[in-house]
């Protein structure tokens, strides 16, 4: 039972172009969405995470978009780097419970 | 500096055997996590713990057990190891107030033959 959807597996962009991956949740009770970055022989570790009383949060070259109505969330990587190659993660938590639900991954690879 | 750590990195084990993999986290953490990371699936919980004595089912808990005995360690027993459990394993600890980032560690990649 997959409670949080990403798309798409993989995606290959040009250095400074922006790719856009999407993760589409359906447990309403969800508030805390973060999302994580993986490179290889590494753990994931927290990129950005937003909670659904905004729309759009950025923090540098990162931004989650945000839409409460669709069940739907986004991160949009800006002027994209070869050192931005690794797997995205996003997750989806209810406060209070800690525990994390995870999409499937995306393997992104920025080309020079 | 704080860190989670576990080991072995890597480990291979035959089919029926049992396995323990250790996690280890000087973060003082509250909250303690296993995944197993496979390709296709994304990361699936297996067991996590809000505190010593603590331990909770997951996702994909069959043929797991973990123990929490103390705040800094979570080992995850496999009972009998089967072939379906071939994996990379992730420990991760978060803190019981404040945010809800969970640090990761490195990962033991386990091969079950």
């Known amino acids: 039972q997959q409670q949080v959807k990403q798309s798409p597996q993989s995606l290959i962009v040009q250095k400074g172009g922006i790719p856009i991956i999407n993760c589409a949740y359906e447990?309403?009770?969800?508030?805390?969405f973060p999302w994580y970055q993986q490179f290889p022989g590494k753990g994931p570790a927290l990129l950005i995470a937003?909670?659904?009383?905004?729309s759009e949060k950025k923090e540098g070259r990162f931004t989650i978009s945000f839409n409460k109505s669709a069940k739907q969330f986004s991160l949009h990587i800006m002027d994209s780097q070869p050192g931005d190659s690794a797997t995205y993660f996003c997750?989806?938590?209810?406060?209070?419970?800690?525990?994390?639900?995870f999409g499937t991954g995306t393997r992104l690879l920025v080309s020079p | 500096d704080a860190e989670i750590t576990q080991s072995p990195r890597h480990k291979i084990t035959e089919t029926g055997r049992q396995v323990t993999l250790a996690c280890h986290q000087t973060w003082n953490h509250n909250n303690m996590f296993w995944y197993r990371q496979d390709l296709g699936h994304g990361l699936r919980l297996i067991h996590y713990s809000y505190g010593v004595q603590d331990t909770n089912k997951g996702e994909v808990s069959d043929g797991y057990s973990v123990s929490r005995s103390n705040t800094e360690d979570l080992p995850l027993t496999l009972e009998s190891a089967a072939s379906s459990q071939t994996s990379v394993y992730f420990c991760?600890?978060?803190?019981?107030?404040?945010?809800?980032?969970?640090?990761f560690g490195p990962g033991t990649r386990l091969t079950v033959l």
């Open positions: 991760a600890s978060s803190a019981r107030t404040g945010g809800y980032e969970q640090f």
């Open positions: 447990n309403t009770a969800f508030d805390y």
């Open positions: 997750a989806a938590s209810i406060t209070g419970f800690q525990k994390l639900v």
């Open positions: 937003i909670r659904p009383d905004v």
